[in-house]
């Protein structure tokens, strides 16, 4: 099974500053990696799949990157609603998981 | 497409959870594979299982066990069973559409939060 690892646990920032995310994996995984946003008492949210692609309705403030095992989610321009959670996901051998999650938090 | 859970809030201990998810606006015979995840109060997201509308499954290895998914295609409903629960599987459960390349989850359910005590 492959295991995500999302660095850091939290992030404080303030609105308009840039958040970086990363997410690492146990194994390669080519770019089959997948970003949701979460608020809270929400369902998950699909931001980013296939490592790069902005999911309908997006903003282009969202940019997913990398490959293999090492992947990063950016916010260039944090606006109010993106202090939330966020998780990477991944399916392999018949079996998805996420990351633990990294909180963007207000500073 | 919507996705809706429905099922029992509370759970006795050693029972079974029993929960649907009833699709609309789209076909649960299409080619997406619908899937369970659950969050325990304050955790992270936590894969259970997928099935495809013939009835082919994939379940997390660490619930598999304990763990059946259905579909009926009569409703347009598919669901989850878990049986021999304890507290540690109160969460809120979710079900999603899943694709499987690129792999993501294009839409969920608001999530229905069952809590196993007696």
């Known amino acids: 099974e492959v295991a995500l690892t999302q660095s850091p646990a939290t992030l404080s920032l303030s609105p308009g500053e840039r958040a970086t995310l990363s997410c690492r994996a146990s194994q390669t995984i080519s770019s089959d990696l997948a970003w949701y946003q979460q608020k809270p008492g929400q369902a998950p949210r699909l931001l980013i799949y296939?490592?790069?692609n902005r999911a309908t309705g997006i903003p282009a403030r969202f940019l997913g990157s990398g490959s293999g095992t090492d992947f990063t989610l950016t916010i260039s321009s944090l606006e109010s609603e993106d202090f939330a959670v966020y998780y990477c996901q991944q399916r392999s051998s018949f079996s998805w998981t996420f990351g633990q999650g990294t909180k963007v938090e207000i500073k | 497409v919507q996705l809706q859970e429905s099922g029992p809030g509370l759970v006795k201990p050693s029972g079974t959870l029993s929960l649907s998810c009833y699709v609309s606006g789209d076909t649960i015979s299409s080619t997406f594979w619908w899937s369970w995840v659950r969050q325990a109060p304050g955790r992270g997201l936590e894969w259970i299982g997928e099935i495809y509308h013939v009835g082919i499954t994939d379940y997390n290895p660490s619930l598999k066990s304990r763990v059946t998914m259905s579909v009926d295609k009569s409703t347009n409903q598919f669901s989850l069973k878990l049986n021999s629960v304890t507290a540690a599987d109160t969460a809120v459960y979710f079900c999603a559409r899943g694709i499987r390349y690129p792999p993501r989850f294009d839409y969920w359910g608001r999530g229905t939060l069952v809590t196993v005590s007696s």
């Open positions: 296939g490592a790069s």
